[in-house]
């Protein structure tokens, strides 16, 4: 089987490409890496590299036969990695730093789970559902990252997975819109029915008080997950793991724009300016706070 499209040409080395996709995306993440010192960031960087590149499979790829057959070559690329013979520039930058950083091949196997979920799956029944999901995507993404961000205390570990569903839950909210156009809804749908919210209103992109009434129940959920993960987190740890509250100070100060914006996210995607992403992740590295 051939490597995915998205491989880069020879001349460009594991580590460039892996910066260029990190920056390229524009995300929170990114902001939160600049402060980390370079072997932490080296790792994060190629960490979220293999993320987004799983990630772009399912968003990019129209053709679900094509994008499983692209997920199948990750999932094939990982235990050839863990082998020690990467093929792809992600896994040859990401390789080199994982056993420095605990980083295993069920993490990287559980985020193109995750994404092979997206190729079976646009519903959800429940919220105890969603948490499978998003336990996939996001939780083990944030148990990865408080590995490489230096975790001492293993309890860490359960606030990483808290804290990651929090940003996911806010991305659920900021993209209900995006994600209605290609034809899934991450709201559960027994509070779909509680709220009286139509599968094909979100689908047609119909806004209305029961909606909004919906997504304001979703946005308390998510606070309240930020505010149970920032409980857990050990106080041996707090240092350690500022690059993650500054990622929390970014995606909550998110969540709060939306609240502010009523929820308008059915037909615009509400984002920060990447001046304020730096900003914030400052103040939480120089200030120590929200």
């Given at each position: 089987m051939t490597p995915p499209a998205s491989t880069?040409?020879?001349a460009s080395s594991p580590e460039r490409y892996v910066q260029e996709k990190a920056a390229a995306s524009g995300s929170s993440f990114y902001y939160a890496f600049l402060f980390l010192p370079p072997r932490r960031r080296a790792a994060i960087t190629a960490f979220y590299a293999f993320c987004r590149e799983v990630d772009?499979?399912?968003?990019?790829?129209?053709?679900?036969?094509?994008a499983a057959t692209k997920l199948a070559w990750w999932q094939q690329e990982v235990g050839r990695a863990f082998a020690g013979s990467p093929q792809h520039p992600v896994t040859k930058a990401?390789?080199?730093l994982a056993a420095e950083f605990d980083i295993e091949a069920r993490h990287l196997l559980a985020v193109v789970e995750g994404c092979q979920m997206d190729l079976t799956?646009?519903?959800?029944?429940?919220f105890p559902a969603l948490e499978r999901y998003c336990h996939l995507v996001a939780g083990v993404v944030g148990e990865v990252a408080a590995r490489i961000f230096g975790q001492a205390d293993p309890a860490t570990t359960a606030y990483a997975h808290k804290m990651g569903l929090a940003f996911q839950l806010t991305n659920i909210i900021r993209d209900v819109g995006e994600d209605a156009m290609r034809g899934r809804i991450?709201?559960?749908?027994?509070?779909?029915?509680?709220?009286?919210v139509k599968?094909?209103?979100?689908?047609?992109?119909?806004?209305?008080?029961?909606?909004?009434?919906?997504?304001?129940?979703?946005?308390e959920r998510a606070h309240a997950l930020y505010d149970e993960a920032l409980a857990l987190l050990p106080a041996v740890d707090r240092r350690s793991q500022k690059p993650g509250?500054?990622?929390?100070?970014?995606?909550?100060?998110?969540?709060?724009?939306?609240?502010?914006?009523?929820?308008?996210?059915?037909?615009?995607?509400?984002?920060?300016?990447?001046?304020?992403?730096?900003?914030?992740?400052?103040?939480?590295q120089a200030l120590g706070r929200f």
């Open positions: 880069p040409p020879v772009d499979v399912v968003d990019e790829v129209t053709d679900p036969g094509v990401l390789l080199p799956q646009s519903r959800y029944l429940d991450y709201l559960p749908i027994s509070e779909l029915q509680r709220f009286d599968a094909h209103e979100l689908l047609q992109r119909q806004d209305s008080e029961r909606f909004r009434a919906l997504m304001a129940f979703q946005a509250l500054m990622m929390a100070s970014i995606y909550r100060t998110l969540l709060r724009e939306i609240e502010r914006d009523q929820f308008q996210v059915l037909q615009q995607r509400v984002a920060l300016t990447p001046l304020r992403k730096l900003w914030l992740a400052w103040k939480m």
